[in-house]
């Protein structure tokens, strides 16, 4: 019996454009937007992955993008401290730091990192995570992450529709004045924001759907892509999570991925996907025996297939061919001199 008979089938836009590898990829957003941009770099596309760090709701997005955009450097009087570390309330955690200079010095070179790569990109990833907000109490700046401040620090609050799309039009002006050519991608997060409670989840994805179809509608070269609707919608069913029943089981990322491969990538595009998976899979092998002929056999296969890939279509694989020794093995996979 076929397992379609069990599901709805999924719903995907007829896309005008594809995704090639010759395109170079921008991601920021939420979680989930780290999912995909990181399968994509593993499997050899030149990828700029939330340089920001993971941002959820549409105004940290947006500002973000905004800074990266104009290549607006922060100093250290943007920074806050918590009498032990120093924090950016525009960046996840990852940046901070007991040296304010530390801190400065690694954001900056993550803004002028993203810079070159939104000057170049063909394409950028937006990933939406929530429309709730923790505003600061002493000044209402939306905040990225609170870094554990104490509560009273904050307030709460859902964003409407309209600042949802003001914030994102103005962020892709202004991405779109660096870089004309560049194609958007929107998605929601199928992420549950289970802390807000299933309601208020809800009804803050709902902000999201509405102020992306709108930005959709008013802008050219822009796009949604129903990962919400992939998992929420035709899986359905908590196999398809983590045990804590709200992020997305590999599995599911695995589905989503599916449809972006076979709706967003043009034929020769999932031609070289496809040899460069199969040595993604070969490069996942860890033998219980490296020292013998036989693996050494198979390192000297995979080296070629490498070689071949890479005279083929042109993809990299410096750093995977770095792995292994290849002076003990030929390229007939014989055992060479050490």
């Not at 901070?96 to 070179?109: G, L, Q």
């Not at 990192?113 to 505003?135: D, S």
């Not at 996942?284 to 080296?303: C, K």
């Not at 070689?307 to 042109?314: R, S």
Request: charged share 25%; hydrophobic share 40%; aromatic share 10%.
């Amino acid at each position: 019996m076929s397992v379609q008979r069990w599901m709805l089938p999924p719903e995907v836009p007829k896309y005008p454009v594809t995704i090639s590898y010759r395109d170079t990829i921008v991601s920021i957003g939420s979680c989930f937007s780290e999912h995909i941009a990181h399968h994509m770099s593993a499997h050899k596309w030149k990828v700029c992955i939330n340089p920001f760090g993971i941002l959820y709701n549409p105004l940290s997005v947006g500002r973000a993008l905004q800074r990266v955009a104009k290549c607006r450097l922060y100093d250290v009087s943007e920074l806050v401290s918590d009498g032990e570390l120093w924090h950016s309330w525009d960046h996840h955690g990852r940046f901070s730091h007991p040296d304010p200079d530390v801190v400065v010095r690694r954001i900056n070179a993550e803004v002028e990192r993203a810079h070159r790569y939104l000057k170049e990109a063909r394409w950028l990833f937006v990933t939406l995570g929530t429309a709730y907000v923790f505003q600061l109490e002493s000044n209402g700046t939306v905040v990225a992450n609170c870094h554990k401040f104490p509560s009273h620090y904050f307030r709460r609050r859902r964003l409407r529709v309209s600042e949802c799309v003001d914030a994102l039009s103005e962020a892709l002006r202004a991405v779109r004045q660096l870089n004309p050519a560049v194609q958007v991608l929107l998605t929601v997060s199928p992420v549950r924001h289970v802390r807000d409670g299933l309601i208020a989840n809800t009804r803050s994805k709902s902000v999201l759907h509405l102020a992306v179809e709108e930005i959709v509608e008013r802008k050219e070269g822009v796009y949604y892509f129903p990962a919400y609707e992939l998992l929420i919608d035709v899986l359905r069913d908590y196999r398809f999570y983590e045990s804590d029943r709200v992020h997305p089981s590999r599995e599911a990322i695995e589905y989503i991925w599916q449809q972006m491969h076979d709706h967003l990538l043009d034929e020769s595009t999932r031609e070289v996907y496809a040899e460069v998976h199969k040595i993604r899979m070969a490069l996942e092998h860890r033998p219980l025996h490296p020292d013998t002929a036989s693996y050494r056999r198979f390192v000297g296969s995979l080296l070629r297939q490498m070689e071949l890939v890479e005279q083929k279509w042109g993809i990299d694989f410096s750093e995977e061919k770095a792995l292994y020794n290849v002076h003990q093995v030929d390229t007939e996979g014989k055992e060479g001199a050490k």
